[in-house]
């Protein structure tokens, strides 16, 4: 495996000591700056390939909201994941770090465990999507062919390849195969296999949380349940209809990315999905069905 490449920017060189003490392990290659000024340096340069940023707000010079306005506003680094650290931790100042792209937060002084863990969770999304891209190449024309469709899935592999295959039926594919990722992987975890938000973000500090969607799926209990996921052509637009066998969720509050939730490790999929993926997004019932639809031009 090779390494992953983490910039971390903090004008305190005590915080830098800690973090670069907290993220020594050999799979992750650390850069530091000191500044605002320096980290953009460090980031526009032509041969910058950092997997991952770990951001301070509070800085002289070029704040943080600002290195990061920067970053969502290059395509070349719009999608690499930035962590934000700060001890301005009101709703307000969460939800403008939100708006801008900062979708991992931690907030100062932080647990080392936390730290680790938003690392993890971070550097594990950003994985996903890259796979997710990789999948589609060569799918593309082939879907498009369809009027309509019913697919099954089980695991989360499942899940990937086919929010791979189906994101080309989106004017932008990545967001859409990033979207549909986020609801098949809702729908088998929290649906069928019962794990919330609380259990998922336990599971996600140990580090547990893919084994234990593993050994679930393999319980007779779960066993025989899937996830239906119907697509219908709607003239210009496509229609994706998911379905679980479980008993539903409170699905009204991860409609929106919440500052309260920002600290989580988990819990954001829904509402980027929602945002950035969906002309449309409807849970139905007790939320064990959402009908999502993309936009025209996919076709």
Excluded: C
Excluded at 274 to 279: G, Y
Aim: charged share 30%; net charge negative; no cysteine.
């Amino acid at each position: 495996m090779s390494e992953m490449k983490i910039l971390v920017v903090d004008d305190e060189p005590f915080n830098l000591d800690i973090i670069i003490e907290t993220l020594d392990d050999p799979s992750y290659q650390l850069t530091t700056a000191e500044s605002g000024e320096e980290a953009w340096d460090l980031l526009s340069r032509p041969d910058s390939d950092f997997d991952l940023v770990v951001l301070d707000r509070m800085m002289r010079g070029i704040d943080g909201i600002e290195v990061l306005r920067r970053i969502k506003a290059d395509p070349r680094l719009s999608e690499v994941p930035v962590i934000m650290q700060t001890a301005a931790a009101s709703p307000d100042q969460v939800r403008e770090g939100l708006q801008a792209g900062a979708h991992y937060y931690l907030t100062k002084p932080f647990e080392l465990e936390a730290l680790e863990t938003i690392v993890r969770a971070a550097l594990e999304d950003a994985a996903q999507r890259r796979s997710l891209l990789d999948g589609m190449n060569h799918q593309a024309r082939v879907i498009k062919l369809a009027d309509s469709a019913v697919f099954r899935i089980r695991t989360l592999e499942d899940a990937q390849h086919l929010a791979a295959l189906l994101g080309n039926l989106f004017p932008e594919p990545q967001l859409g195969a990033m979207g549909l990722s986020e609801l098949f992987i809702n729908a088998i975890e929290h649906g069928n296999l019962g794990i919330d938000f609380a259990e998922k973000s336990r599971l996600k500090e140990q580090d547990r949380w893919h084994d234990e969607v593993v050994h679930r799926l393999g319980l007779p209990e779960f066993r025989e349940l899937s996830v239906t996921v119907s697509i219908a052509r709607k003239g210009s637009d496509w229609e994706f209809l998911i379905e679980d066998q479980g008993k539903g969720f409170e699905w009204e509050r991860f409609l929106e990315l919440d500052p309260e939730r920002a600290f989580a490790p988990n819990g954001r999929g829904i509402a980027l999905a929602r945002q950035l993926a969906f002309s449309r997004l409807t849970y139905e019932g007790s939320g064990n069905r959402v009908r999502v639809l993309a936009d025209g031009g996919a076709a």
